[in-house]
Each structure stands twice: as structure tokens, then as C-alpha cells.
């Protein structure tokens, strides 16, 4: 399967646990965006990265939330001290290198459905 | 700031019953305006991208269009199979490749 994997596909959480979502990307993606899905709303862009570097983080909340894509491994979305508002659909993607200079399809997994007790 | 509404909500077909889905959008310099489709638990499928007013695309029963001010999707003929939710997203002012999604229109086609 050469798609976006993520993993867990379920994750249950009680409040205050920390919660980590893994994304691996299609392969020869080098820059990953996260997005979320709230119940009833559409998708919302999060944190955009590419290996080692955080690219756009403008949708990430300041608190409790952060995202990383080392230069070995999957890219990992963290999320400390949860709350019920957390739950949600978290869906990763990935594109190409050339992707900036004119808009790439981003390429998506089935995502992460998060529910917090 | 970069907009994208999708209309309408949702829209249910007789089988063989054609029709259109539309999507606005407000961006300063589109770099491109991409259509997926979403069935229930997965994640959004790549349908097409359209990059400049007048371009066309087309798939199957699918047929994207792109004007300045907006897109529409036309469904020609549809079958069962076809029902799905599909979202329209843009690629604009950002620097950084992040799409603005529309809130999606949920198609029911019955036989």
C-alpha cells in the first residue's frame, strides 16, 4: 500500500492523557500537512512540515498541541492534557517537494477518530 | 481572507438524475482549486485540480469546470455508487500549500 498511513485508526483517551497521532507519507512526499475534522464542520488545516522543519503552524492552537517530522519515522501529532473538545477526525496528508510553486494535490490517509472520555 | 462555501449541503438524486455542485470561493492568487470526494470513516479521495479560469476536467460521470468566482461539479447520469460527500478546497494566498476546504455537499443517489 503506497498511501498516507496513519495510525491509530481509533484512539481513546481520558481527560488529561496525552494523545500521539502517526502519519507516514505516500512515498517520495517529503512535506506533510495535518488537518482536523470536527463533528459537523469542515476540515481545518493545522501544521504544515516537511523532515526536520515546521513550515506553517498558523493552525495549531498555542496550548497543549504540537507536531513533528524527524528525519527517520512517521510524523507524530501530539496532543497533552486532552479535553473533550479534542475529540475529533485527525487527518494527515502529504505532496510532492515541488508542491509550493504551483498547488500540488495533497494526498490523504483515513485518519485518526480521537474520542475523549 | 481565503473562503470557500459549497452549496448546497447536501442534495439527493434519482439514479440517472444529472446535476451540478457548486462551489465559491474568495482568494487573492489562486494557485489551485482541488475536488475529493469523502465516503463515511475515510479520509478525502483526489478527484481533480484546476488551476486557471475556463479549464476543465473530467472523470467518469464527473465533470469539474472553474470560473474566477467559482466551480461546479457536474454529475452526469449518477449511480449509487456515487454517493459520497464532496469537498472543494483552494490553494491560495498561503505561501505553504494549506487548502481551505468548503464545508462539503453530501450526495444521496438513489436507485
Known amino acids: 500500500n503506497a498511501g498516507v498511513m496513519q495510525n491509530p485508526r481509533h484512539l481513546v483517551r481520558r481527560r488529561g492523557q496525552e494523545a500521539r497521532l502517526r502519519c507516514s507519507p505516500m512515498k517520495g512526499h517529503s512535506h506533510v500537512y495535518w488537518y482536523r475534522q470536527l463533528p459537523e464542520e469542515g476540515l481545518k488545516f493545522m501544521v504544515y512540515l516537511q523532515k526536520e522543519n515546521i513550515i506553517d503552524e498558523s493552525g495549531m492552537p498555542k496550548e497543549r498541541f504540537s507536531a513533528e517530522f524527524p528525519k527517520e519515522g512517521p510524523s507524530i501529532l501530539r496532543i497533552q492534557q486532552v479535553v473533550r473538545g479534542d475529540s475529533a477526525a485527525y487527518f494527515c496528508a502529504s505532496s510532492p517537494p515541488w508542491a509550493r510553486e504551483k498547488g500540488q494535490p495533497q494526498h490523504f490517509g483515513d485518519g485518526t477518530r480521537l474520542s475523549i472520555l | 481572507e481565503d473562503q470557500v462555501t459549497q452549496s448546497p449541503e447536501a442534495l439527493r438524486l434519482q439514479e440517472g438524475e444529472s446535476s451540478s455542485l457548486n462551489c465559491s470561493y474568495t482568494?487573492?492568487?489562486?494557485?489551485?482549486l482541488f475536488w475529493y470526494r469523502q465516503d463515511p470513516g475515510k479520509g478525502p479521495e483526489f478527484l481533480f485540480t484546476l488551476y486557471s479560469a475556463g479549464e476543465e476536467k473530467e472523470k467518469e460521470r464527473l465533470k469539474a469546470t472553474l470560473t474566477k468566482k467559482e466551480s461546479f461539479l457536474h454529475i452526469t447520469a449518477p449511480k449509487p455508487e456515487d454517493s459520497a460527500t464532496y469537498l472543494c478546497?483552494?490553494?491560495?494566498?498561503?505561501?505553504?500549500?494549506?487548502?481551505?476546504f468548503g464545508q462539503g455537499t453530501t450526495l444521496q443517489v438513489k436507485p
Open positions: 482568494v487573492s492568487g489562486l494557485r489551485g
Open positions: 478546497a483552494v490553494h491560495g494566498s498561503s505561501n505553504t500549500g494549506k487548502l481551505i
